[in-house]
């Protein structure tokens, strides 16, 4: 299956999970920057990640290049989702960009895989969460780093 993985990063956490999930599946990663709308549409499963930064918003690459995403056509795509962030710091708005990714690719009609559960997280809100679900894979670099990889496998295996 050809993956492309889509991600913004400033400190590089986002960055290194694309490298990683990409690895794992034979993909490419792409950088928001630098991505094409060929890179949005050339690919059987789209994967596109992003932290959460201010209080609740998405990374500042994604927030400039959104136009991209939004011109791609994305109708009855399979797309997956991961969101980087800090529960413990920001409890109130964890991995809230990854919601925000999933309303743009639904008003894109896309169709969505990869929901996780919300069990082993522990925060207070987050619009990422939909009827008691993530809506993508959450992962959490700053205080459960240690659980990535094995979170990522258990994801990729479900979405493949
Ligand atoms: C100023 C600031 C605001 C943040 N706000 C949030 C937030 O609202 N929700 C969240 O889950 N994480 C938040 N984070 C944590 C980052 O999303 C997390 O550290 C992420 O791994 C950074 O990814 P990057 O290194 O790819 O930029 C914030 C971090 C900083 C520095």
Same mark, same amino acid.
């Given at each position: 299956?050809? #993956?492309?993985? $889509?991600?913004g990063? /400033? ?12 690895? =794992?599946?034979?993909?490419?990663? #792409?950088d928001i920057k630098?991505?094409?709308?060929? /890179? ?6 789209? $994967? ?11 990374q500042t690459d994604w927030?400039e290049h959104? /136009? ?6 994305? =109708?009855?795509?399979?797309?997956? &989702? ?21 309303? @743009?690719?639904?008003? &894109?009609?896309?169709?969505? #895989?990869?929901?996780?559960?919300? =069990?082993?997280?522990?925060? &207070?809100?987050?619009?990422? @969460? ?19 990889? =094995? ?8 979405? &493949?």
């Amino acid at each position: 299956m050809i #993956v492309n993985v $889509i991600f913004g990063s /400033d400190g590089g956490a986002t960055k290194g999970v694309a490298s990683r999930i990409s690895k =794992k599946c034979q993909g490419r990663a #792409v950088d928001i920057k630098t991505a094409s709308p060929a /890179d949005f549409e050339n690919c059987e499963l789209l $994967i596109l990640g992003s932290p959460t930064y201010g209080d609740g918003t998405l990374q500042t690459d994604w927030e400039e290049h959104i /136009d991209k995403l939004r011109g791609a056509r994305l =109708k009855g795509k399979k797309v997956a &989702l991961f969101g980087t962030g800090d529960q413990e710091s920001y409890p109130g708005s964890f991995v809230d960009a990854m919601g925000i990714l999933y309303d @743009e690719v639904t008003a &894109l009609e896309a169709v969505v #895989v990869g929901f996780t559960d919300t =069990k082993g997280y522990d925060y &207070l809100n987050s619009t990422a @969460e939909r009827d008691g679900r993530f809506v993508g894979l959450a992962l959490d670099q700053d205080t459960q780093s240690g659980l990535t990889d =094995k979170r990522v496998t258990a994801w990729l295996s479900t979405i &493949l």
